[in-house]
């Protein structure tokens, strides 16, 4: 990687040793639409498309991504789709197979308003028999409830959001009341001999509110819950009655060789079609009225695993063990009947598959969501937005893929995740979104810059290497060391947690190592022995420091994130229950770690509206916006700071939290700096200029940045040239911001030897150096240089390289877990191949289509 004006080149540790693996991907959920009102006697039609809504992602691990839009909050249209915002660290050790979305307070929102994170419930459950309510806020466990049915194999909430169903080890229902916030036992259908695999509600009916007959007003009526539907495992589906709890009817499936067949999947549509998946791979259409199979189809050569609809209802997904999505789509047949004009009726076809994924599909997701309702308030929505459909199984990685129907006529659909100009299920480009570089999109690698060490966080556990010294000089682009003297083992760690872990850091002097859960925070002091290993010894006393210095004396002294000044003398620590922000001394002449101060204006309301700083600037660009701390609990808001960013020179301490609220402290005077204002998304990334330290950057999931200077509390007005003219190359990446690194050789203006001044952001699947020098974009950055180039007459190819010099673009390192400098001119890149973590699975299913014997 070529320096622009002087030819110098970084030296590139291309690591792929590290042994981070992504946990496969069991479950997925969008959150409900609210049901329209029971007045609504037409057709239910959207004036306008919903605005894309929460991803929540499950994973075998026990832990649960909140994924956001990562467009514009009523946009369309994101080529980066949705970004992980936070982890729900899960139970060590734990797992997710069933995720639920409900809404909190139903009656208080329109029917096609798109429901906030803040108004909605989130529910799982793991192979055992507890379920699961989350604490989006605090990201931890809010409740538990036994099932008193043994294992919980099946969720689902019912489309009013009041209650949920759980189907059971032991053959029967329970039903909870989700009534007033509250999760209760309401009451147990009748038990069969059978574990209920899969479960789900048929479409509500309208019923008078009132049993005086005398009232016949419409606003009298109300949704009421008719039936549900559930797959067992003896080949079998059967209808439950929602009002006497009792199993009506039972409709048997296909056996082979008098095995059982599991029916792992169904759902139910608006008109009273019942669909179900099973082992066999078959995907069957049943009438809810007479119990009888419509339609059969052999779409899968394995299990059928999970189902979606199409928000309309009028189109089905299904994906299984074979890799395969399959299409199913409801078209209009003319049957003659003898008379002269016959008749038009319906009937389910296969219309299109495609192959996703390389292994196992587990879970299927789509957005808008489909509510099976009555004809008479069917709910439809605007056809020239294609819907997307999301998907996600053992090779770790959601796949969204946009799916108009197959049927549309519309010249122009928009596809929202710029894939393609084509949007439809069958001709479309899917995008595979990158797994998470580590617990809530941080990265779970450390650098430590002196010791020249690389950390690498699991769900219970630390691995630490050493990076050798390079003998032969500098490496060109791409290329790395290789032997086993270009890097070794130092220690290997398994800590007892009680939650996955979420947040590590090491020291750029190598002897100190903080880690944490969700609930207790470690901290090490590392030794090395004669062998070159590393001795961990822990500060057995940190956690009663810690929770000495926190409000209310809370249960957790866990954080969320950590960063080391660069003396290593001093922490910054996110706490992850109280959201504090407290500086600790850990090199004082005691040898014991000493808090400084604790902050708490990520905890409070002030100047802020809906938890955000909405003070406008001034016309200097002045933001100096002081936050009085404010120690009564009632005005307190519950926040994750996620990212800490310290300055080169150890004076400036950057946080920001999950309420995209960015707050700077002064660490040589102890003091709260200023705040920033709130920006559309919270940032992904912090990070100081090593050249200048009060410039801080800031970068977020829209692949937008913004560059502050601290100290003079403005952005400078370089940096809002430099952030309008971006390249469209960066902008509209595939693949998110996750990083940004600065060469610490690096300088501020062209006036000696040294290399230009640049920033180094990264993605999973890119690394982009932008120039920085702010001289260079008073006159209107990228696109002004190109202009002034062309308007002088140079060649093309002097142009294009002027380009090059301000910006540039590599995509051969990939997927990209870290990336950060270890000394000037001395680029670590830490990767997790795909293929190595897909050889850590079992085998995929193949089956010999021609030659077979």
Same mark, same amino acid.
């Given at each position: 990687?070529?320096?622009?004006?002087?030819?110098?080149?970084?030296?590139?540790?291309?690591?792929?040793?590290?042994?981070?693996?992504?946990?496969?991907?069991?479950?997925?959920?969008?959150?409900?639409?609210?049901?329209?009102?029971?007045?609504?006697?037409?057709?239910?039609?959207?004036?306008?498309?919903?605005?894309?809504?929460?991803?929540?992602?499950?994973?075998?691990?026990?832990?649960?991504?909140?994924?956001?839009?990562?467009?514009?909050?009523?946009?369309?249209?994101?080529?980066?789709?949705?970004?992980?915002?936070?982890?729900?660290?899960?139970?060590? /050790?734990?797992?997710?197979?069933?995720?639920?979305?409900?809404?909190?307070?139903?009656?208080?929102?329109?029917?096609?308003?798109?429901?906030?994170?803040?108004?909605?419930?989130?529910?799982?459950?793991?192979?055992?028999?507890?379920?699961?309510?989350?604490?989006?806020?605090?990201?931890?466990?809010?409740?538990?409830?036994?099932?008193?049915?043994?294992?919980?194999?099946?969720?689902?909430?019912? /489309?009013?959001?009041?209650?949920?169903?759980?189907?059971?080890?032991?053959?029967?229902?329970?039903?909870?009341?989700?009534?007033?916030?509250?999760?209760?036992?309401?009451?147990?259908?009748?038990?069969?001999?059978?574990?209920?695999?899969?479960?789900?509600?048929?479409?509500?009916?309208?019923?008078?509110?009132?049993?005086?007959?005398?009232?016949?007003?419409?606003?009298?009526?109300?949704?009421?819950?008719?039936?549900?539907?559930?797959?067992?495992?003896?080949?079998?589906?059967?209808?439950?009655?929602?009002?006497? =709890?009792?199993?009506?009817?039972?409709?048997?499936?296909?056996?082979?060789?008098?095995?059982?067949?599991?029916?792992?999947?169904?759902?139910?549509?608006?008109?009273?079609?019942?669909?179900?998946?099973?082992?066999?791979?078959?995907?069957?259409?049943?009438?809810?009225?007479?119990?009888?199979?419509?339609?059969?189809?052999?779409?899968?050569?394995?299990?059928?695993?999970?189902?979606?609809?199409?928000?309309?209802?009028?189109?089905?997904?299904?994906?299984?063990?074979?890799?395969?999505?399959?299409?199913?789509?409801?078209?209009?047949?003319?049957?003659?009947?003898?008379?002269?004009?016959?008749?038009?009726?319906?009937?389910?076809?296969?219309?299109?598959?495609?192959?996703?994924?390389?292994?196992?599909?587990?879970?299927?997701?789509?957005?808008?969501?489909?509510?099976?309702?009555?004809?008479?308030?069917?709910?439809?929505?605007?056809?020239?937005?294609?819907?997307?459909?999301?998907?996600?199984?053992?090779?770790?990685?959601?796949?969204?893929?946009?799916?108009?129907?197959?049927?549309?006529?519309?010249?122009?659909?928009?596809?929202?995740?710029?894939?393609?100009?084509?949007?439809?299920?069958?001709?479309?480009?899917?995008?595979?979104?990158?797994?998470?570089?580590?617990?809530?999109?941080?990265?779970?690698?450390?650098?430590?810059?002196?010791?020249?060490?690389?950390?690498?966080?699991?769900?219970?556990?630390?691995?630490?290497?050493?990076?050798?010294?390079?003998?032969?000089?500098?490496?060109?682009?791409?290329?790395?060391?290789?032997?086993?003297?270009?890097?070794?083992?130092?220690?290997?760690?398994?800590?007892?947690?009680?939650?996955?872990?979420?947040?590590?850091?090491?020291?750029?002097?190598?002897?100190?190592?903080?880690?944490?859960?969700?609930?207790?925070?470690?901290?090490?002091?590392?030794?090395?022995?004669?062998?070159?290993?590393?001795?961990?010894?822990?500060?057995?006393?940190?956690?009663?420091?810690?929770?000495?210095?926190?409000?209310?004396? /809370?249960?957790?002294?866990?954080?969320?994130?950590?960063?080391?000044?660069?003396?290593?003398?001093?922490?910054?620590?996110?706490?992850?229950?109280?959201?504090?922000?407290?500086?600790?001394?850990?090199?004082?002449?005691?040898?014991?770690?000493?808090?400084?101060?604790?902050?708490?204006?990520?905890?409070?309301?002030?100047?802020?509206?809906?938890?955000?700083?909405?003070?406008?600037?001034?016309?200097?660009?002045?933001?100096?916006?002081?936050?009085?701390?404010?120690?009564?609990?009632?005005?307190?808001?519950?926040?994750?700071?996620?990212?800490?960013?310290?300055?080169?020179?150890?004076?400036?301490?950057?946080?920001?939290?999950?309420?995209?609220?960015?707050?700077?402290?002064?660490?040589?005077?102890?003091?709260?700096?200023?705040?920033?204002?709130?920006?559309?998304?919270?940032?992904?990334?912090?990070?100081?200029?090593?050249?200048?330290?009060?410039?801080?950057?800031?970068?977020?999931?829209?692949?937008?940045?913004?560059?502050?200077?601290?100290?003079?509390?403005?952005?400078?007005?370089?940096?809002?040239?430099?952030?309008?003219?971006?390249?469209?190359?960066?902008?509209?990446?595939?693949?998110?911001?996750?990083?940004?690194?600065?060469?610490?050789?690096?300088?501020?203006?062209?006036?000696?030897?040294?290399?230009?001044?640049?920033?180094?952001?990264?993605?999973?699947?890119?690394?982009?150096?932008?120039?920085?020098?702010?001289?260079?974009?008073?006159?209107?950055?990228?696109?002004?240089?190109?202009?002034?180039?062309?308007?002088?007459?140079?060649?093309?190819?002097?142009?294009?390289?002027?380009?090059?010099?301000?910006?540039?673009?590599?995509?051969?390192?990939?997927?990209?877990?870290?990336?950060?400098?270890?000394?000037? =001119?001395?680029?670590?890149?830490?990767?997790?191949?795909?293929?190595?973590?897909?050889?850590?699975?079992?085998?995929?299913?193949?089956?010999?289509?021609?030659?077979?014997?």
């Amino acid at each position: 990687m070529a320096d622009s004006h002087i030819q110098t080149a970084i030296s590139v540790h291309r690591c792929r040793f590290v042994d981070y693996t992504p946990s496969p991907i069991t479950a997925l959920a969008f959150p409900p639409l609210p049901l329209p009102s029971p007045k609504a006697k037409a057709s239910t039609a959207a004036a306008q498309f919903p605005r894309f809504a929460t991803l929540a992602v499950g994973h075998a691990n026990g832990s649960i991504d909140l994924c956001h839009w990562a467009g514009e909050k009523d946009g369309f249209h994101s080529p980066q789709a949705w970004a992980v915002t936070k982890t729900l660290p899960g139970l060590y /050790p734990s797992k997710v197979d069933s995720l639920a979305f409900s809404i909190r307070c139903p009656h208080q929102l329109r029917f096609d308003e798109v429901p906030n994170l803040d108004v909605l419930r989130l529910f799982s459950s793991g192979g055992g028999s507890e379920l699961l309510e989350w604490d989006t806020d605090r990201c931890c466990v809010r409740r538990t409830i036994s099932s008193q049915g043994g294992s919980i194999w099946s969720v689902s909430v019912n /489309p009013a959001s009041t209650q949920l169903a759980m189907g059971c080890e032991d053959g029967s229902i329970r039903i909870l009341s989700l009534l007033d916030d509250d999760l209760v036992h309401l009451r147990k259908f009748d038990r069969v001999k059978s574990r209920l695999l899969s479960i789900a509600w048929g479409p509500p009916t309208l019923k008078r509110a009132s049993t005086d007959p005398r009232q016949t007003d419409d606003e009298e009526y109300e949704w009421a819950d008719s039936w549900l539907v559930t797959g067992g495992s003896d080949s079998s589906l059967r209808k439950w009655d929602a009002v006497t =709890g009792r199993s009506s009817e039972r409709m048997g499936t296909d056996k082979v060789r008098g095995e059982r067949t599991l029916v792992w999947a169904v759902c139910a549509l608006g008109d009273g079609t019942i669909v179900s998946g099973d082992s066999l791979g078959m995907v069957k259409f049943w009438d809810s009225r007479t119990c009888t199979q419509l339609q059969t189809f052999q779409g899968h050569d394995a299990d059928a695993l999970c189902l979606a609809v199409s928000p309309e209802g009028s189109v089905v997904y299904s994906s299984g063990v074979d890799q395969k999505t399959t299409q199913y789509s409801l078209v209009k047949t003319h049957v003659t009947d003898g008379s002269s004009a016959g008749r038009t009726t319906t009937r389910w076809i296969q219309s299109s598959f495609r192959r996703l994924h390389s292994h196992d599909v587990r879970a299927l997701a789509m957005w808008p969501p489909y509510t099976p309702l009555p004809i008479t308030h069917k709910r439809s929505f605007p056809i020239d937005i294609a819907p997307v459909l999301a998907s996600g199984g053992l090779d770790m990685s959601v796949v969204v893929t946009p799916a108009a129907l197959p049927s549309s006529t519309i010249n122009k659909i928009i596809n929202p995740l710029a894939t393609s100009t084509e949007a439809t299920f069958s001709e479309s480009y899917h995008r595979r979104l990158a797994y998470a570089a580590g617990p809530s999109n941080a990265s779970a690698i450390s650098i430590s810059r002196g010791a020249r060490l690389v950390s690498c966080l699991r769900e219970a556990g630390v691995s630490i290497w050493r990076i050798n010294q390079r003998s032969e000089g500098n490496l060109d682009d791409g290329e790395t060391a290789s032997g086993d003297d270009a890097w070794e083992k130092v220690l290997e760690m398994d800590l007892n947690v009680h939650t996955n872990l979420v947040a590590s850091a090491i020291s750029d002097d190598g002897l100190w190592f903080v880690v944490s859960d969700l609930y207790e925070t470690k901290l090490f002091s590392l030794a090395t022995d004669p062998k070159g290993d590393l001795t961990p010894k822990r500060v057995r006393n940190f956690g009663s420091i810690l929770q000495a210095q926190l409000p209310f004396t /809370p249960d957790s002294t866990g954080g969320l994130a950590f960063a080391f000044t660069p003396d290593s003398s001093k922490l910054v620590m996110a706490t992850s229950m109280s959201s504090c922000v407290l500086l600790i001394d850990i090199g004082n002449d005691s040898g014991e770690p000493r808090v400084l101060r604790r902050f708490d204006h990520h905890r409070q309301r002030n100047g802020m509206g809906g938890d955000r700083v909405t003070k406008k600037l001034r016309p200097d660009g002045d933001v100096d916006m002081e936050a009085t701390p404010d120690n009564n609990s009632s005005s307190c808001v519950a926040v994750n700071i996620l990212r800490i960013s310290v300055s080169a020179d150890g004076q400036w301490a950057a946080t920001s939290d999950d309420n995209a609220r960015t707050h700077v402290f002064n660490l040589d005077s102890i003091q709260h700096h200023c705040v920033l204002p709130s920006f559309a998304h919270p940032a992904q990334t912090l990070a100081f200029d090593p050249s200048k330290s009060s410039l801080l950057t800031l970068a977020f999931p829209d692949n937008s940045i913004q560059i502050y200077d601290v100290e003079s509390r403005q952005f400078p007005s370089w940096s809002k040239a430099l952030v309008a003219s971006l390249p469209q190359r960066f902008t509209q990446a595939h693949d998110p911001i996750v990083g940004v690194a600065f060469d610490p050789g690096a300088r501020q203006s062209t006036s000696d030897s040294s290399p230009t001044k640049y920033a180094l952001f990264w993605g999973s699947t890119w690394m982009c150096k932008i120039n920085m020098d702010g001289s260079n974009f008073s006159n209107g950055g990228f696109n002004k240089k190109r202009r002034r180039a062309h308007n002088m007459k140079r060649p093309a190819i002097a142009a294009q390289d002027q380009h090059a010099t301000d910006f540039k673009m590599i995509t051969h390192f990939r997927p990209i877990l870290h990336a950060d400098f270890i000394s000037p =001119g001395e680029l670590v890149v830490v990767e997790r191949p795909l293929v190595d973590v897909l050889a850590t699975l079992p085998p995929a299913y193949f089956r010999h289509k021609y030659g077979a014997s």
